[in-house]
């Protein structure tokens, strides 16, 4: 039965783990379940793409160079007479992959920082503070181009780079969530029943934490996904010839001036409309988390 | 159906019997609120009507549910948007509903409410005196200078010395009691007719209570504004009130001469209320509780008196319908045993 | 300790013999103290908390500490429970010393079973993703090795005995009001069986009908565990229902103490007797006082 009070805003909020996945999905409003099924889509594509990919994404065929549109060919011809839509529909794997790679480093050093910063607070979380403060001066795509220079250009490298660099974002907004639920009064009940430190951080704190985290993890695949696109397309993350959407742009880029366009913006608007999806359902969770913890 | 009579003892100022000719200050006619939850519509708030006179101060007492802070919000117009509202507000004589723009603007000078927990409703970035003198200088145009000067004067009258100081204080250089005794404070300077007090003094301390609640009823009648007093503490009420509204559920259940509250109950829930309470001059063996909760008005049964599921005295009639407001030795109960049972809820122990 | 193989007594815990007197020492123990406290200071920097304060409490018996805000009286409570560290004093708990932070994790359960709190607030004290049964049975795994069947067995029991039916047991705390929130972390803190349980303004967030039912329930705790309350408290009317002996605090120190009945009834000290006179009761009139300067924030 809902508690008597119905507060000043006459609703009540429903706690997540009743809803469900697809009732929290719901609750996003149509933006949000649109930008779901956008991502979906994407990710469909990042696992399956390269089976879907109706004519091969990486067979040159110059004699082919920038037709447009014709036939089975939906999207025409890049400047290799590759097909541009098997090559959108390969390059989703690694394009999508790198930002998971991205999300998933940072957040993991991000959220075991803040948590020990948030629980032991103190001496320790000055200096684990300043050492994120730190990290914050260097933007993602200069440690990017150092990670290249020092261990040549690739993937990899770059998936790091960006991992550290946004690993004190992650770690400033948990940081803020993990002190907040170490103030409260449950915490303290927990501490004075025994319980240790450790097993209250990973059974307690962290599970309230997340909605934030998954809501924090989903806006960062967006900006991880346009940063990585922005290093593939200076030449140092993926390396051609292998199908990527920050690739094609850049390869695809001296067709633009003279009128084949289409191979270029298409990657491009892969790649706006995946990081949008995100960015709306990020948002949207946000808000959700933020609802919550009221 | 409405009743309102009470015939409330006057404040002891001139102003009342005067009043008393006018019409009352305030009147509250089948006030029904229904809330959206969840997309289905609450009801709140069920056929509320009070009256306040000019100069009286009246308590409006309840536990959680009851709808007490929702009648007062409804009165000042601050209920969540989507809500339904039936009934009518009236402020000296006009509809408080059909107000808008200025006329809004000036009712709310004239209506003036005091919240529980005064941090939560001023601007921490703001100064005491910008947050004190703002519906002065915007509302009614006073110029700054005598602005400022007003403010301090009435700070002086909650008992804040060096005024001037405190007006370049931020909030969070006060404690709560100080915090609340600037509302007060700021509430008064535009000179209601009326104040609104949502459970002013719920977070305070108790010595610091004493106080506040002091402040508030030496300057009330020294000003000879009306008061609606909301607390879930009864004694508290009848401290400062003259006249004790009792609700449950989301109706009134009794009104009441705040003397006779105790000693004469008019309906079972309020003599259940005043014994719940441990007394602080004996212990007793075991409190006589009330059994199950307190329900908000969408959790209480519909077609019945709300309270006869917890009620030691209910019997068949009280299920058949719900209960009309009757008028008996100056007050009001929605009992329908009420007759029978005088004499017999007295809340002393038994 | 009671022993855990005995069959419960109908309606609760094992009690360990017949029921305690309300006056007495209750069988099975000697006479030491449950909590010894001595000299306790805290200072937060400059700022002192708690100066000097001693008080002991004997088996069986229960003591409230009474005061307003900034009187230290969480403070004391924060210490004795280890949450806060004393700068000064000692703290004994069923005859071992607690004045300084456990040092092991079995020194910190075992000092959880002494001793137990219940906080003011039911909206934040339990978390808010675990039901009541999940919260009581961590409890009992983190002082108990059982099989998973005496453990639900001891969680029916210790749900029975705060009052709730099973299905609130297995709600959410969000589906429960803030009485039936309490009766969770009542149930929870009784889970480790401690000595004293400290009741932090645990009444004071409740409506005055649903108090009367937590007040009457830990009575009826007490007289089943003989457990010893602490009452932090600000509402006298609740300290005289539910405690023995009081402690007045303000601004940190202790300024009176002696049994409940006599310290509300005759007041000794100016602050108990302001104190006294600021409680509304039928016919109370509230008066003014001159503002002292010095004791409001900010000056």
Redesign the interface.
């Known amino acids: ?1 809902v508690s ?3 507060g ?5 909020a ?1 706690p997540v783990s009743r809803r469900g996945v697809l009732g929290l999905l719901r609750s996003t409003g149509v933006a949000g379940m649109a930008s779901a099924v956008v991502i979906a889509v994407a990710t469909v594509l990042a696992v399956f793409g390269p089976l879907l990919a109706p004519y091969n994404p990486k067979l040159p065929d110059l004699g082919m160079a920038w037709i447009g549109p014709t036939g089975g060919h939906l999207l025409g011809f890049d400047f290799e007479g590759r097909d541009v839509l098997s090559r959108l529909l390969a390059g989703a794997q690694s394009s999508m992959i790198g930002p998971l790679a991205v999300v998933a480093g940072s957040m993991v050093l991000g959220a075991v920082l803040a948590v020990i910063a948030g629980w032991r607070q103190g001496p320790l979380d000055t200096v684990i503070s300043a050492g994120l403060d730190i990290l914050f001066a260097f933007p993602g795509i200069l440690l990017a181009v150092l990670a290249a220079a020092v261990f040549g250009a690739g993937l990899t490298a770059a998936a790091v780079a960006l991992s550290i660099a946004y690993m004190p974002y992650v770690a400033r907004v948990l940081r803020g969530a993990a002190m907040k639920e170490r103030g409260q009064p449950y915490v303290a009940a927990l501490e004075v029943q025994g319980a240790s430190g450790t097993s209250i951080c990973l059974r307690h704190i962290v599970p309230n934490m997340l909605p934030l985290i998954v809501a924090q993890a989903t806006i960062m695949f967006g900006w991880a996904m346009v940063d990585l696109a922005a290093i593939s397309f200076l030449g140092l993350g993926v390396q051609p010839p292998a199908p990527n959407w920050g690739v094609m742009i850049s390869e695809n880029q001296p067709g633009i001036l003279q009128g084949y366009p289409l191979p270029s913006l298409a990657a491009g608007v892969c790649i706006v409309g995946v990081v949008i999806a995100f960015n709306v359902l990020g948002e949207r969770l946000f808000e959700q988390a933020q609802a919550a913890r009221q | 159906m409405t009743g309102r009579k009470g015939r409330g003892p006057g404040a002891g100022q001139g102003d009342a019997t005067a009043a008393a000719s006018r019409g009352p200050l305030l009147a509250v006619d089948g006030l029904t609120v229904q ?4 997309g289905e519509h ?1 009801v ?1 708030l069920r056929d509320v009507s009070l009256e306040i006179r000019q100069g009286e101060a009246v308590g409006l007492v309840g ?3 009851s709808g007490k802070s929702m009648t007062a ?1 409804a009165i000042d117009r601050l209920l ?1 948007r ?2 339904q509202v039936q009934g009518q507000i009236r402020f000296d004589g006009r509809d408080v509903s059909e107000l808008s723009g200025g006329q809004l603007r000036s009712y709310r000078n004239r209506v003036a409410m005091i919240f529980q927990d005064p941090r939560a409703h001023v601007n921490p970035v703001r100064r005491i005196g910008d947050f004190m003198t703002e519906a002065l200088r915007t509302n009614l145009g006073v110029p700054a200078a005598e602005a400022q000067r007003k403010a301090a004067d009435i700070l002086g009258q909650v ?4 005024g001037r100081r ?1 007006l370049r ?1 931020y909030p969070h ?6 915090l609340q005794r600037v509302m007060i404070a700021a509430a008064l300077l535009t000179q209601p007719a009326l104040v609104l007090a949502d459970e002013p003094t719920t977070a305070l ?7 506040v ?3 508030l ?2 300057l009330r009648r020294g000003y000879g504004l009306g008061m609606l007093f909301i607390t ?2 009864l ?2 009420a ?3 009130c003259d006249r004790t509204i009792v609700m449950y559920a989301g109706q009134v259940v009794e009104v009441r001469e705040s003397a006779l509250l ?2 004469d109950p008019l309906h079972p829930y309020t003599a ?2 005043a014994a ?9 063996s ?6 199950g ?4 008005a969408f ?1 209480a049964p519909a077609g019945q008196c709300a309270f006869a599921p917890r009620c030691p005295h209910a019997l068949a009639p009280c299920l058949a319908a719900v209960p009309e407001l009757t008028e008996l030795d100056g007050g009001l109960s929605r009992c329908v045993r009420v007759t029978e049972l005088r004499g017999e809820l007295e809340a002393a122990d038994a | 300790m009671p022993e855990q193989d005995r069959a419960p007594a109908p309606g609760g815990l094992a009690a360990p013999g017949p029921a305690a007197e309300s006056n007495g020492t209750p069988p099975g123990t000697d006479g030491r103290p449950v909590l010894e406290v001595t000299g306790l200071r805290k200072e937060f920097g400059t700022l002192v908390a708690v100066d000097d304060v001693s008080f002991t409490i004997l088996p069986g018996r229960s003591l409230a500490i009474v005061g ?2 900034g009187s230290g009286k969480t403070t004391v409570a924060r210490m004795i429970t280890g949450l806060e560290r004393p700068t000064r004093g000692t703290i004994t708990a069923c005859g071992r010393d607690r004045s300084r932070p456990a040092r092991s994790a079995r020194d910190r359960r075992r000092r959880g079973s002494e001793i137990q709190i219940v906080f003011q607030d039911p909206y934040t004290s339990l978390d808010p993703r675990q039901t009541a049964e999940q919260a009581v049975g961590e409890v009992l795994r983190l002082h108990h090795g059982w099989p998973a069947d005496r453990r639900q067995g001891r969680i029916g029991q210790l749900v029975e005995l705060v009052g709730l039916d099973s299905r609130q047991a297995r709600a959410l705390p969000r589906a429960l ?3 039936q929130r309490q009766r969770v972390a009542i149930a929870r803190a009784l889970a480790a069986e401690p000595r004293i349980l400290i009741l932090d303004e645990s009444v004071a967030a409740l ?7 937590v ?2 329930l830990l ?1 009826d705790i007490r007289d089943e565990t003989s457990v010893s309350y602490i009452l932090i408290s ?5 300290v ?2 539910l405690t023995d002996e009081a402690i007045v605090m303000y601004r940190g120190r202790l300024v009176e103490r002696g049994p409940t ?1 006599r310290v ?2 005759d007041p000794q000290h100016p602050y108990t007797q ?2 006294r ?6 016919g ?6 001159q ?1 002292v ?1 010095s004791e ?3 000056d």
């Open positions: 039965m008597a009070a119905v000043v805003t006459g609703r009540a429903r | 809330l959206p939850v969840e609450r709140v536990e959680s549910g919000r969540p989507g809500a008992g804040i010395e060096d405190r204080q250089e006060l404690s709560g009691g100080m301390d108790v010595t610091t209570q004493a106080e609640m002091a402040i009823d030496e879930h503490d004694e508290l009848a401290a400062i105790h000693s259940a209320l719940a309470r441990p007394d602080i001059e004996q212990r007793a075991r409190l006589r509780a009330i059994p909760r307190p329900l908000s959790e | 307003e805000s009001s803030g009485g409506d005055v009908s649903i108090q009367a039912q007040l009457n009575a600000h509402d006298l009317a609740v005289r229902q009945a509300l009834d302001r104190l006179a600021s409680v509304p009761r039928p109370w009139k509230p008066s003014r006082r503002l300067p409001e924030k900010g």
